[in-house]
């Protein structure tokens, strides 16, 4: 067996310093978040998605895509959010196996109240401390190692779920939701249908 490939200092220092940013600037914005809305982390993330597709309504599969989860969670999530009149499940009528998660009034209503807060949050925990050329840089390192993902996940013999946002080039950029009022068709084999 080889001898693994150790990280050295600089690299352990780069390492957990970015796994301690990440946790503790998403763990602040999101107990604050949940403070001042009553909203909590995934049910923001849930409502920002809806939000930004047309007429606030999404596949289930493209909302799962776009919010990187597996169908359980997802599922029990929307069940809560419907539950709090946030969102409502609507058949999709040219494909029986799928569903549409449609944002209501109170969703909407609740979104456009989080979102200025939810901002105001990451500028206070997190750009405030930057300067324009550590935005500048953390674009780029972000963009090169999400462009090399796909190929190192090639390497390790990862599949690759492009029903999940995981494979090709638009893993860099914001994912592109552009459902039409009929229905999208599900990735083969994907049963997105909602209980």
Same mark, same amino acid.
């Given at each position: 067996?080889?001898?693994?490939?150790?990280?050295?200092?600089?690299?352990?220092?780069?390492?957990?310093?970015?796994?301690?940013?990440?946790?503790?600037?998403q763990r602040r914005v999101a107990r604050?978040?949940?403070?001042?809305?009553?909203?909590?982390?995934?049910?923001?993330?849930?409502?920002?998605?809806?939000?930004?597709?047309?007429?606030?309504? =999404?596949?289930?599969? #493209?909302?799962? !895509?776009?919010? @990187?989860?597996?169908? *359980?969670? /997802?599922?029990?999530?929307?069940?809560?959010?419907?539950?709090?009149?946030?969102?409502?499940?609507?058949?999709?009528?040219?494909?029986?196996?799928?569903?549409?998660?449609?944002?209501?009034?109170?969703?909407?209503?609740?979104?456009?109240?989080?979102?200025?807060?939810?901002?105001?949050?990451?500028?206070?925990?997190?750009?405030?401390? =930057?300067?324009?050329? #550590?935005?500048? !840089?953390?674009? @780029?390192?972000?963009? *090169?190692? /999400?462009?090399?993902?796909?190929?190192?996940?090639?390497?390790?013999?990862?599949?690759?779920?492009?029903?999940?946002?995981?494979?090709?080039?638009?893993?860099?950029?914001?994912?592109?939701?552009?459902?039409?009022?009929?229905?999208?068709?599900?990735?083969?084999?994907?049963?997105d249908g909602l209980p």
């Open positions: 067996m080889t001898e693994p490939d150790w990280l050295d200092e600089r690299e352990q220092r780069a390492w957990r310093g970015y796994l301690a940013l990440h946790a503790e600037i604050q978040l949940l403070r001042e809305t009553g909203l909590t982390a995934a049910e923001y993330a849930v409502l920002v998605s809806l939000s930004e597709a047309p007429g606030g309504r =999404l596949r289930v599969f #493209q909302l799962r !895509a776009a919010a @990187e989860w597996e169908k *359980t969670r /997802l599922t029990h999530q929307i069940t809560r959010m419907a539950a709090r009149g946030l969102v409502a499940r609507e058949p999709c009528v040219d494909d029986p196996r799928g569903a549409f998660v449609v944002l209501t009034e109170a969703g909407w209503d609740a979104v456009n109240n989080a979102a200025p807060r939810h901002v105001a949050h990451v500028r206070h925990w997190f750009f405030d401390a =930057l300067q324009p050329d #550590q935005v500048d !840089a953390l674009i @780029e390192i972000s963009r *090169t190692v /999400l462009a090399r993902l796909p190929e190192a996940d090639r390497v390790m013999g990862e599949p690759c779920h492009e029903d999940a946002g995981a494979c090709g080039p638009g893993l860099i950029e914001a994912v592109d939701l552009t459902p039409t009022e009929a229905c999208d068709p599900a990735p083969t084999g994907c049963d």
